[in-house]
């Protein structure tokens, strides 16, 4: 099981949100391609890029800095933010990213995630963030009708890379993870699981690994930014038994 830093950006920082609101913001580095470097050297096997900014505008906006870390690391990174059209997916995975995350698009245009699925097989995430046992989309601004396990069952057949959970209520809280919404998508899932939101101890390292090996990895931020969890720590934690 991976610990996957994540590099959030808004207006070209590092930033982390509460709750994905996007008034509540801590600035945490002016240098996200720093920042990028700096978690490649204490040990990041791959970094989670989120582009806010574009999450929210349903458009690429901070593509430059996002390009800067591309080259900047040799590690895996994962792309995720507005990327709702397949020319946006083509440029990220043309120009490095190891994978690109699709939220809003999933829900709402299902041929786009099958034309890039059968362009760049098992490269493709989908983010199934939820909020109250609903799926959240648009920047996390908006509540589908859509639940969970029936977003699972409509991706069944697509060769995805695999999905990331995120409890929308529990993102930036430091609280622990809601592991029984977590445990439910695991066992709906077909694919791999990369469980987000709430991290911020050993303990929920453990508590998640032991949901089985379907879980890849773990997105951890806030946590890590504030150092209430060392990435040494962490992926000791996710790596034992």
């Known amino acids: 099981m991976l610990v996957i830093p994540a590099i959030d950006l808004k207006d070209g920082r590092c930033v982390r949100l509460r709750q994905g609101d996007m008034r509540a913001e801590t600035v945490y580095s002016d240098d996200p391609v720093g920042m990028a470097r700096h978690w490649q050297q204490a040990g990041a096997q791959r970094l989670h890029v989120v582009d806010l900014d574009g999450a929210l505008e ?129 066992e709906w899932s077909p694919f791999p699981v990369i469980a987000s939101g709430g991290i911020s101890r050993v303990a929920d390292l453990h508590a998640i690994k032991a949901l089985g090996p379907r879980v890849e990895g773990v997105i951890v931020g806030k946590a890590l930014y504030d150092g209430k969890l060392s990435l040494a720590a962490a992926s000791a934690a996710a790596s034992a038994g």
């Open 58 to 186: 349903g458009q690429p906006k901070n593509t430059s800095w996002i390009e800067a870390i591309l080259e900047a690391v040799s590690v895996p990174v994962q792309v995720g933010g507005g990327i709702r059209t397949l020319d946006a997916i083509r440029m990220y995975l043309e120009r490095g990213a190891s994978r690109v995350v699709v939220g809003t698009a999933a829900l709402e245009d299902l041929s786009l995630l099958e034309q890039a699925c059968a362009e760049f097989p098992q490269r493709i995430l989908v983010g199934v963030d939820v909020r109250d046992g609903k799926i959240a989309i648009r920047g996390w601004a908006t509540l589908s009708d859509r639940s969970p396990r029936d977003l699972l069952r409509t991706l069944s057949h697509y060769p995805l890379a695999g999905i990331i959970h995120t409890d929308v209520a529990k993102d930036g809280m430091l609280e622990g993870p809601n592991l029984s919404s977590l445990r439910e998508v695991v």
